[in-house]
């Protein structure tokens, strides 16, 4: 134990005094541990046992010195006595140091001159680590300079006034608190009570409550109707609710990454105001009104916080914006019902103010409505007309409604008799709060009557002549009367006649398109054999020329057909869901090489979108723009592609053609308009490609547009509505798909048809490539083929047969007799979205009239594999 005094060899009145010295230094320890057990805040069981253990010893120390004092009275006549009381003291103090030793606090007791006489291990450990040990005779400044030097500790503070403590942290995390208490002979005695515990008990308790704080606060925000959201001053999201996450449309993964909150204002539907926002209100807050998509009003606010950063508040206000919209939408069918009466409305509140007026009110006292509303009845009649109205005033506040006439005068000063009407406005108590005022002119009426009171002697004789007068001009009316019924009766009958007219014509194209497109259909197929037959060049040239005469003969026959089913409304849409770039595809490859038969380059963007329309429809509509994109296009490309919005796919065709004025873009889309001849000199179109791309788009519910810039180009549009992708499911396909093998070599092939020229020309066709070809008029012919050759490969059956049967019932017929179906094309004249349905259930293709040769091969090549 450091401190401890050791014995020593000295002369025996140098020990008796040295003894008494060391008796005096334990009195003064004793009388220390005891104030300082009596002050000390500390209530712990050991100090206090080791304060009971120390008097224990103080008491002994107090019998051996009384026993010392004897012996020194006897230290002449007994040296051996002296010896054994040297021990008795010497013990005594090891116990005392001993007891020291074991506070459980560190213990440091310095003289008059603060040099340390004593201290325990504990005092030790406080100041491990600083370099230098702890030892007798070391000063308690030089202590203090090791500390600051080492910077040994942390933080400082003072307890209360009445506590007299200092509370330090160290370095390594240890907390003391540090008790001082002067001695009688000036010295100094420390404890350091080590509440490092305590404190981490305190800080986690802290913690504790903080995080329980926290849960509350956000548990409350969670639960408020408005959303919230917290900025730190460093722009970063720090604290947001449920509510702000289903507003905003942010996830809580995106949010607990503390992303800055300018990087978030742009991916937001949302309007995420900031306090740099042009939109104060003047107290210091920022605040707007935004309409959503889904058709919510929100109500944005934001708060500025004095230490930095904000607080935006998103409260849904749609039903008081919705309620508000109501009261001005009510308030406005007063205004437009009470203006257009033809009397005096006003409405008066009990301080005798106008709270409203109509506006035949304000024009005929000449005052407007802003000057007049707040008025009093005294400031806008004058104080001599109030007291002829007081007495009915009164009467209406009281509870009770009144009419009289009054003669007043108007702003031009001439006098006019008003009836006026003052119905109270009573409350639930049944006390009027206002009154409702009623005026009306009668003027007229009082001259009137006096006119008649004056005139009544010569009365009957002008009624006589008025009776006449009016018995003449009746009858005159009723004549003029009739003649406008007469006129009226053929004009309707007229419109009805060309309504009738214009109906008929256009039923009737619709309904003979079959009638009309057979012998074209005919003509293209003989056309189509005879170029697959090897001819001289000078034939070659003739087969070709009656091909393209066939083509345009059949492109114009097929638009006025067209035009003629969209006016009908013979067509209807087949909506289906379908990703884009299964009909882009095949119009961007078909198209490519019509491109670059005119030098042209079409460039093609595909797209992963999936759409909700009708295909074949749309199809057409491309088909248009690109058609007229390369006719009006003498050099550079043409692009199709898309372009994809929130909730709809733009399909869009550029040109780098000669462009269209500003002036005309709207005549576009009209019938038999062309606002520029092509490049093809041969081209016979009649302008109906636009006018039918702007029926279809409105039949199907599709936007269309054009952009164009003289010299540059031109852009034509189509917007597409998007579908979810999961609602695509990939069904069996009902269009042929290319393929490179040709199967069609020796593969037999019937064909029912009612048209004999159909069937020779279909013939011949397939028989050009390869095909053994049957071919019948009718169902029963198709059934007698059965018993007299073999099952073909392939049936080819037109839609429309004699005696009002088709194609398609003597097809499913054919097959029911067969154990193994075959592939059945079906050929038809008919759009219907119904027959589209009823073929594509039974697992046919369908090929619409006229036949292009091309197709058909790819299809019957696709149906033989």
Not at 282 to 287: F, S, V
Not at 459 to 467: D, L
Not at 774 to 801: F, M, R
């Amino acid at each position: 134990m450091n401190g401890e005094v050791k014995p020593q060899s000295i002369d025996l009145p140098d020990r008796v005094e040295e003894l008494e010295r060391e008796n005096r230094k334990l009195q003064k320890i004793n009388k220390v541990l005891i104030e300082r057990v009596e002050v000390s805040a500390t209530t712990r069981t050991d100090p206090y046992a080791a304060f009971e253990h120390s008097v224990v010893l103080a008491e002994q120390v107090r019998e051996r010195t009384a026993a010392l004092n004897v012996a020194l009275g006897d230290l002449k006549t007994s040296n051996t006595a002296l010896s054994q009381a040297k021990q008795q003291a010497e013990v005594a103090h090891q116990r005392l140091t001993d007891g020291i030793e074991s506070i459980s606090d560190a213990f440091v007791l310095f003289d008059s001159e603060r040099r340390i006489v004593l201290y325990n291990s504990k005092f030790e450990s406080v100041w491990a680590g600083i370099g230098v040990s702890i030892k007798q005779g070391l000063g308690i400044q030089e202590i203090r300079r090791l500390a600051d030097q080492h910077q040994l500790i942390e933080e400082e503070f003072y307890g209360d006034e009445a506590d007299n403590s200092v509370f330090y942290r160290l370095k390594d995390g240890r907390w003391f608190q540090v008790s001082e208490r002067g001695t009688l002979d000036g010295g100094l005695v420390i404890l350091y009570t080590d509440i490092t515990e305590l404190k981490q008990n305190e800080t986690a308790r802290r913690e504790r409550a903080l995080a329980d704080k926290s849960r509350v606060l956000q548990n409350t925000v969670d639960n408020l109707s408005q959303g919230v959201v917290l900025i730190n001053a460093e722009g970063r999201l720090e604290v947001w609710n449920q509510r702000f996450l289903e507003l905003s449309g942010f996830t809580e993964t995106v949010l607990n990454k503390q992303p800055l909150f300018s990087d978030l204002i742009s991916r937001c539907e949302l309007i995420l105001l900031t306090p740099f926002s042009n939109h104060h209100s003047g107290n210091g807050t920022i605040e707007l009104e935004q309409s959503l998509r889904n058709g919510q009003v929100i109500e944005v606010r934001t708060h500025p916080i004095p230490e930095g950063g904000f607080v935006n508040t998103y409260a849904d206000i749609t039903e008081r914006h919705q309620y508000a919209e109501t009261l001005r939408e009510s308030e406005q069918w007063i205004r437009l019902i009470t203006d257009h009466v033809p009397a005096l409305i006003a409405y008066v509140g009990d301080d005798l103010r106008y709270q409203f007026t109509n506006k035949v009110y304000e024009d005929w006292y000449g005052w407007s409505r802003e000057a007049l509303t707040g008025k009093t009845i005294t400031m806008v009649h004058g104080g001599e007309q109030f007291v002829k109205l007081k007495p009915y005033i009164d009467k209406a506040l009281s509870g009770e409604s009144v009419t009289f006439e009054i003669e007043e005068k108007d702003p031009k000063g001439e006098p006019r008799y008003m009836l006026k009407a003052y119905v109270p406005n009573l409350d639930s108590e049944g006390k009027a709060v206002g009154l409702f005022v009623l005026i009306r002119d009668i003027t007229d009426r009082r001259k009137t009557a006096q006119a008649l009171q004056e005139s009544y002697q010569t009365m009957e004789q002008r009624v006589v002549e008025r009776t006449s007068e009016l018995t003449k001009l009746n009858d005159q009316l009723w004549q003029e009367i009739t003649e406008r019924k007469q006129v009226e009766g053929r004009l309707l009958e007229a419109s009805k006649h060309a309504e009738q007219a214009n109906l008929s014509k256009t039923k009737f194209l619709a309904a003979v398109s079959h009638d009309l497109l057979q012998p074209l259909n005919a003509a293209r197929l003989f056309t189509s054999a005879l170029q697959e037959k090897s001819a001289v060049q000078s034939e070659r040239h003739l087969i070709d020329s009656v091909g393209a005469s066939l083509d345009d003969v059949e492109s114009l026959l097929s638009t006025l057909v067209d035009i003629s089913k969209l006016d009908a409304g013979v067509i209807e849409p087949d909506v289906t869901v379908f990703p884009v770039s299964s009909l882009l595809n095949n119009i961007a490859n078909e198209y490519k090489q019509v491109a670059g038969s005119e030098r042209l380059k079409l460039r093609y963007v595909s797209s992963s979108a999936v759409i909700s329309s009708d295909s074949q429809l749309l199809a057409r509509i491309l088909r248009n723009f690109l058609t007229n994109a390369i006719r009006y296009t003498d050099r550079g490309s043409v692009l199709l592609g898309c372009r994809r919005k929130r909730h709809s796919l733009v399909i869009e065709v550029w040109d780098t053609g000669r462009g269209i004025p500003e002036e005309k873009l709207g005549d576009v889309f009209l019938e038999f308009k062309r606002l520029q001849a092509s490049r093809d000199e041969g081209d016979k179109g009649l302008g109906l490609g636009l006018a039918i791309v702007d029926k279809i788009s409105r039949m199907l519910g599709h936007c269309i547009s054009v952009s164009s810039i003289p010299g540059k180009g031109s852009m034509f549009s189509v917007e597409v509505p998007l579908a979810p992708a999961d609602q695509y499911t990939v069904e069996a396909k009902t269009e042929h798909q290319p393929v490179a093998d040709n199967l069609l070599e020796g593969a037999s092939i019937w064909l029912i048809d009612n048209d004999p020229a159909i069937c020779r020309g279909m013939q011949t066709l397939l028989e050009g490539w390869g095909c053994h070809v049957q071919t019948v008029h009718d169902e029963a012919q198709l059934l007698g083929l059965l018993s007299e050759q073999e099952v073909p490969g392939l049936l080819i059956a037109d839609y429309h047969l004699d005696d009002d049967k088709n194609g398609l019932d003597a097809a499913i017929n054919f097959n029911q007799q067969l154990s193994d179906p075959v592939p059945v094309l079906m050929i038809t004249a008919n759009y219907t979205n119904e027959l589209k349905q009823v073929i594509r259930e039974q697992g046919y293709l369908l090929i619409n009239k006229p036949v292009r040769p091309m197709k058909l091969k790819m299809t019957l090549n696709h149906l033989l594999k």
